[in-house]
Nanobody, 126 residues
Framework: VQLQASGGGLVQPGGSLRLSCALS?????????IGWFRQAPGKEREGVSC????????YYGDSVNGRFIMSIDYSTDTVYLQMNGLEPDDTGVYYC???????????????????WGRGTQVTVSS
């Protein structure tokens, strides 16, 4: 099982970025929870968005709801996080992760996710 996040960078407030997470080694993404987390310096890792293939539900954290959109391309096993209206508080290292279990994406908690990719830095600054 491997995950590789990419697409981070420096963007001005109000700008957009699209993160990608390439997944490999999974039998099917339809049976796992796939989460996007971020970690700012000095802060705990925070669940940003999460898709449960088992329950067909998508979670968005309150701070990103309406601005971020998570999507999955099953033909390439790639997960995307479209981030619009970026704010300085969105700055951090973004990670994709997978976990298994009912309810894992209700309110994603980092400790519940077993597999992690290397993060990608997102910096929102003027």
């Amino acid at each position: 099982v491997q995950l590789q996040a990419s697409g981070g960078g420096l963007v001005q407030p109000g700008g957009s970025l699209r993160l990608s997470c390439a997944l490999s080694g999974f039998t099917s993404l339809r049976y796992v929870g796939i989460g996007w987390f971020r970690q700012a310096p000095g802060k705990e890792r925070e669940g940003v968005s999460c898709f449960s293939g088992t329950e067909d539900t998508t979670y968005y954290g309150d701070s990103v709801n309406g601005r971020f959109i998570m999507s999955i391309d099953y033909s390439t096993d790639t997960v995307y996080l479209q981030m619009n209206g970026l704010e300085p508080d969105d700055t951090g290292v973004y990670y994709c992760a997978t976990g298994i279990g009912l309810g894992i994406c209700n309110v994603p908690v980092a400790a519940d996710f077993e597999s992690w990719g290397r993060g990608t830095q997102v910096t929102v600054s003027s």
